[in-house]
Structure formats: C-alpha cells, structure tokens
C-alpha cells in the first residue's frame, strides 16, 4: 500500500461529514417548494406513461382461491362521526340515497335497492395500500359508467369527487378520479364484498373500486358524487383527503 | 479500458507514452469513459436517495411476504425494526415525502441505466471490458482471484489495465442482475402496470414477492456498495476516485519480489 493511513482517515472523515451534510440536505431540499415541484412533476410522467402503456387494460382478476384469509381494512373502519350514514346503519341504510350531482343533466337520488338492480360486475381484485400490504377480496356492484350514464355528464364535467361519511377530523374523507378511470369496465361501486353485503368495517353501505390506483383511492362510506370541471376549489384543490393532508400523489397508479 | 485502446502517459515527463510503449507500472493510463464516469457519480447520488426514500418506505409497513397478498394477519417471512431517522429520507416520518423521492428518482435510475446499457453495447464496454472470457470462468482462474483478493494482492502494471474476473462479476451482477430486478420489481409494484404489464407478475410471483425481491436486490446493492467502497480504500483510495472523476489512472507498480 502506498496511501498513508492519515489520508485514509482523512478520507473517512470527510465521508461522515458529506453524510451529514447529506442528510441535513436532503432535508431541507425536501422543504422547498420548487424542488418539491419538480420532484412530483413525475406524477405527470406516472399518469402518462401509464396510460399510454396500459389503456383500457384491465387489472389482474384472482380466483375465490386467492382470496386473502383476513381481509385488512384501510382507512377508517366506522363513520360514527356522521350522524346521517349512523342513522342509516341503524335502519340497514333502507332509506340511504347515494347523490349523483354536479355536471350532470339529471341528478340521481340511488337507493340500494335502485343500485342492486342495475348489472353487477363482480370482481376479484388484489387491494394494495400505499404503506405496502396488500389483500385479495372478491367485490360486486354496479359499474360507475352505468350510474354515469344514466345521469349523463354535462360535456364540462372532467372528474367524479366521491364525498364519504367517514373522517379522520373534522373534514369528511372524499377522493375523486378522472373519467378515464371512471368509465373504465371494473371501475364499481361495491355494495358487496366476498359475496356478503359490504360490512361497516369496509365501507358500507357503498365503496368505490378503482382497480388500477392504489387503496387511498378506493373511497369508502360514499355518500355523494359529484362532478366537476376541475379539482381547484375542492377543499385543498388536490383531489383528496391524502392528496390535501399529506401530499400524497393524487395519481395512485404507483 | 483495454490496452489497445488505452492511451498511457509516461510517468516522468506526464506526456503522453508513445502509443506502442508497454504499459507498466507508475504510468498513468486512461482508465474510465465519460460516459463510466457520470453514469457511477449520477448513481452514487440516485442509488442514495431511492435507499433512504425506500427505508421509510419501508417503515411504513416493515414487514415482507411471499405471494401475490400480505398483510398483518398473513404470515410475514421477514419482520424488521423501523429504520432510524438518519437511515431515512426524510429523517423524521413521511411516506408522502419519501414516495415523492423516491418515484422521481426511480426515473433517473431507470433511464441513467438504460442509457449506460445501451451507450456501452455501441461503445464496446460490455464486449472489451466486462465480457467474461471462458478462460476466466475455469475454476481455477476464478480460485486464484479468489486467493489474491483474500491476500489483497492486486493486479499491477498492465494487468492492472482489465478488470479482474472478480470484478466483472461484481460489475456484472450490478449492471445486469441487481440493478435491472430492482427496477422491475419495483414496477411490479405498480397496480397500474400490473394492468398494463401483467406478465411482471407471473414472473416475480405476486406483488408480495416482488416487494420482498426489490427489498432484498436493494440489500444486495448495499453490500456491493460496501464491498465496493473497501475495495477502493484498499487498493489506493486517490489512484482510484482520480480514475473515476479524471479518468486517469496510474498503474500500479509491480511487486518486485513476493
């Protein structure tokens, strides 16, 4: 060896505090609105190359054999904090109506008896949520095309907001998608889950499945949906609870 | 770089050797491309930033299945502790923030990789330099690298020029193993390239196991970075970074006894 050790120490030395540096850095960067702009403008590069790649295509479906044993539930498990959706439950939600509003030419008022009557899709999906599980369950419902269809969007309409009974605060939990997404074939509303009517703990009476994006987009305990013409003025303006709160990507295809 | 290509320097007068003078010891010779040089400095700041985005990813839910689900009552093969804050980008809870990171960054890793493959097919990297020959496959061959290492006797002079087969290995197992199952289990990931691309599935055996692969190719590329980074400091830590930010490297000089 010809390096003398003091230079390796050097070295070392100077290692550690780059790694600092780095930290305290990275950090930092982290805070700053322009580099966090930049870093989430590959949201954009997400949807687009997605899209392009994918299309219409559809999500893997299972068999009742994959089914997961222990089905985890995300988000809330109740929507006690509502007193319509808990009246509802207390009446096996007969007298629940799902709103369609908005951008719409005839608003809808759906009982579940209306959305049970329509064609079911029924569907076995694999759920992953954004912290890195995921669980296989077998849901079944009307497609949101159809419900869409029936209520025909307004040529401004750009995105279905699915306004939900549960909440982690004081603001109600609500997400939205593109209509891209919401008139793709296993885009349901479920009211069934595994062949049981859809329990509390997963969203009941109704929750939306959007197969292609990850669980924070799956609403639960949807109450209203709305169309828009955009996302600004939604609460935070980024189409979601996550989205507003966290900063979670609203494009959860990844 | 190879001998036939590479251009020495004398190591008296710093000129350039004539192009027919031996390589040997003490001369400095040209030892990385530019395009070997960017793509290590690219991803020494990429490969950081996606292992400390993906530990707090991880920290979310460190836990790790095989199979196409997973979650808390399922049977997880591996449980860990949650990564320290100076192990995580950011240092303090986020999965938002560190999905931002590392979402961007697996572009950069993915294109920078794709662009190096591709520059070092039409360059002649892979064929010259990273090739691993049939004589360096004999057992023998690979057995004696194996004892130089443990001795830490290193190539000099001009055979110090190639890599030796323990290194192409290494490089190899970066360039056309870790680096390519990182990228595509963390695509597999992906619900909507599952959509798109579901073949991804079939081929790591569920999202589950993909996610336990991308965590255990991502291990896999730590210890290649600490072996690395020892290797470096063994064998002449300033010969070595000069190479790779210059591109000259002086060749060692030969043992004059043993």
């Known amino acids: 060896m010809t390096e003398p050790v003091s230079r390796r120490a050097l070295l070392g030395t100077v290692a550690a505090g780059a790694g600092g540096l780095l930290l305290a850095g990275c950090d930092r960067v982290n805070r700053s609105p322009a580099a966090r702009a930049l870093l989430q403008s590959a949201e954009q590069a997400h949807l687009a190359s997605q899209r392009l790649l994918g299309g219409q295509a559809l999500a893997p479906e299972f068999t009742r054999a994959d089914l997961s044993p222990d089905f985890r539930a995300n988000g809330n498990h109740q929507a006690n904090g509502n007193p319509d959706w808990v009246r509802h439950r207390e009446s096996g939600f007969a007298d629940w109506r799902l709103r369609l509003d908005g951008l719409v030419l005839r608003p809808l008022e759906l009982s579940l008896e209306a959305l049970r009557a329509l064609p079911q899709r029924r569907q076995i999906t694999r759920h992953d949520c954004v912290e890195g599980w995921s669980a296989i369950g077998e849901w079944a419902g009307p497609q949101l095309g159809t419900i869409l269809r029936a209520a025909t969007l307004l040529p401004a309409a750009r995105y279905l907001v699915f306004h939900c009974a549960d909440s982690f605060g004081p603001v109600p939990y609500y997400e939205s998608i593109d209509l891209i997404d919401a008139f793709h074939p296993q885009t349901i509303l479920a009211l069934a889950m595994n062949g049981q009517p859809l329990p509390v703990r997963h969203g009941a009476p109704a929750r939306l499945r959007v197969e292609r994006q990850l669980g924070y987009k799956q609403a639960k305990y949807v109450m209203r949906i709305e169309a828009r013409a955009t996302l600004a003025g939604l609460y935070g303006g980024k189409g979601g609870y996550w989205e507003d709160r966290k900063d979670y990507a609203w494009y959860a295809g990844i | ?225 600490l072996v690395h980074v020892t290797m470096v400091v063994l064998a002449g830590p300033v010969n070595e970074l000069r190479s790779m930010i210059t591109g000259w490297y002086r060749l060692p000089r030969e043992r004059s006894h043993d």
Request: net charge positive.
């Open chain 2, 1 to 225: 770089m190879t001998p036939a290509d590479s251009l020495a320097r004398d190591p008296a007068s710093g000129q350039p050797a004539r192009s027919d003078a031996a390589p040997r010891g003490g001369m400095l010779v040209r030892r990385h491309r530019l395009s070997t040089r960017l793509w290590h400095w690219l991803n020494l700041v990429t490969l950081t930033i996606m292992l400390m985005s993906g530990l707090m990813i991880f920290n979310a839910h460190p836990r790790l299945y095989w199979g196409a689900y997973g979650a808390n009552r399922d049977h997880a093969w591996l449980q860990l502790p949650r990564f320290p804050g100076w192990a995580t980008l950011p240092s303090s809870y986020s999965l938002a923030d560190a999905r931002i990171w590392h979402l961007a960054f697996a572009w950069v890793l993915a294109l920078a990789l794709l662009g190096y493959l591709l520059r070092s097919l039409r360059n002649g990297h892979i064929r010259r330099d990273l090739h691993i020959t049939a004589a360096e496959w004999r057992p023998a061959h690979l057995w004696r690298d194996v004892v130089d290492h443990a001795r830490l006797r290193f190539p000099a002079g001009a055979a110090a020029l190639r890599y030796n087969v323990l290194q192409k290995l290494a490089y190899c197992g970066v360039l056309f193993g870790l680096l390519p199952l990182v990228i595509l289990t963390g695509l597999t990931m992906s619900p909507g390239l599952n959509a798109a691309l579901p073949w991804l599935l079939d081929l790591f055996g569920g999202r589950q196991s993909a996610r336990s692969l991308h965590f255990l190719a991502a291990a896999g590329l730590v210890l290649f970075a």
